[in-house]
């Protein structure tokens, strides 16, 4: 096919849709998407089926084992998506709310109504579940959709766009508010990123590689976090025991997402009594350690490896963990600022001043107390479901629902009012 000629066709088909899905009353778009929830837990062992042909050819072609689990579709995982759609049914539907309205003194009242952003073009690797999230949430929210999967997961796409589709269907909804490429072509990226006249705003989700390409070369706005390089500090004031059962699950609940711990940092007055547990637990679990000098020597050096400038910068979405022994909560905060991501970053801490200064001054997305990042997604934030975790500051930011794919509007309610 010519790529070209092929988005230029899709862009317009969603830019006409949009129209459709803008006028479209909550009604309506929840019918849909209990419709496409239902499918889903119908075609089941299809979707297993189609997302079992992507693994045996990612594992053929090597693909890294964080990107086979984001990839891998179970029963399990097939339910979580019927669920998160019927979850965004059940949420309020944000598109003509209005509020702060005030009088002027000409007699004007002035507010605000939500409405959607129009067509949103979604690039995603590996996350096959990825399709029926950004499709619900994009039409909950009031937009079009142009999903463009990852080559890896592309049988899993197909047979879950069969399912959107039938809940578009369903609802008497067009067709084209929810299209997922069928190609894999890298161009169609190249040709969806600078299509202005009819995408309104692009959502990359995917390695630094793809982030940075379509930041570079894209003539639409994008939402985009380029990492998750997230810490936890444990401070001098913390209850160790917590510590240790937050630690634990914020690396190794699941080593391949985005709000897994990548750095643990640890006051220097509680390191000598929290470390060699903390790190037992971990190297019990397989995870490889790369710490400070102090970290080594608490530990044992047979036991960390030395880590490097380059360990604070990485997100390693693998059971890897770097320590760092810090004199205190001005050091752990220089050191997050420096070195992280802006997604996710927590403290472990009983001390009340200590907390507020953290949530103050660490200039993250999400900023957690005595908690894992492992909360930090649109489903645990109560969002029914996420299209990605914005790092940016302008629009969105953290994880983006229902809201982030909006925006709003001046009103104006006049009885005749004329400027002098």
Not at 8 to 25: E, H
Not at 69 to 74: F, Y
Not at 330 to 352: F, V
Request: with cysteine; aromatic share 4%; hydrophobic share 45%.
């Amino acid at each position: 096919m010519d790529i070209k000629e092929y988005m230029q066709a899709v862009g317009q088909a969603a830019r006409r849709a949009s129209r459709a899905t803008a006028r479209a009353d909550s009604r309506q778009k929840n019918a849909a998407l209990m419709a496409m929830a239902d499918a889903i837990e119908r075609d089941a062992d299809k979707l297993v089926a189609a997302n079992r042909r992507d693994l045996e050819q990612a594992v053929a072609e090597g693909l890294a084992p964080a990107m086979l689990d984001r990839l891998t579709l179970n029963p399990q995982t097939v339910a979580g998506m019927a669920e998160g759609l019927r979850q965004m049914a059940a949420l309020p539907d944000p598109v003509g709310e209005m509020d702060d309205f005030s009088y002027r003194p000409s007699g004007i009242q002035l507010g605000k109504m939500r409405v959607p952003l129009g067509v949103i073009g979604i690039i995603y690797e590996a996350r096959p579940n990825v399709t029926a999230d950004a499709a619900g949430l994009c039409l909950k929210a009031g937009n079009a959709a142009i999903l463009r999967g990852g080559s890896e997961a592309f049988h899993s796409n197909q047979a879950i766009a069969a399912c959107v589709a039938e809940g578009l269907a369903a609802a008497g909804l067009p067709a084209d508010a929810v299209q997922v490429l069928a190609t894999t072509d890298r161009a169609a990226v190249g040709a969806l990123i600078t299509m202005p006249e009819y995408v309104d705003v692009i959502v990359p989700r995917g390695g630094k590689g793809l982030i940075a390409r379509v930041s570079a070369e894209a003539r639409v706005p994008v939402i985009k976090h380029l990492d998750g390089n997230c810490h936890t500090f444990v401070d001098a004031h913390a209850d160790l025991t917590m510590a240790l059962k937050v630690c634990d699950n914020a690396k190794t609940q699941r080593y391949g997402t985005c709000n897994t711990m990548e750095t643990l940092l640890v006051h220097e007055a509680v390191a000598a009594g929290f470390l060699p547990a903390m790190c037992a637990v971990y190297l019990e679990k397989g995870v490889e350690l790369r710490g400070c000098p102090t970290t080594r020597e608490l530990v044992g050096d047979a036991r960390v490896r030395v880590a490097t400038e380059e360990d604070w910068d990485t997100e390693y979405a693998a059971p890897i963990l770097a320590i760092r022994v810090v004199d205190g909560l001005d050091e752990a905060i220089d050191h997050i600022n420096t070195h992280g991501s802006h997604h996710t970053d927590a403290i472990i801490t009983g001390d009340y001043a200590n907390a507020r200064r953290f949530l103050r001054e660490v200039d993250s997305s999400s900023v957690m107390v005595n908690a894992s990042s492992r909360f930090a997604d649109g489903f645990e934030y109560g969002l029914g479901a996420e299209i990605g975790i914005s790092t940016d500051k302008i629009h969105a930011r953290g994880p983006v629902g229902l809201e982030g794919l909006t925006s709003q509007k001046w009103v104006v309610l006049g009885d005749g009012q004329v400027r002098g």
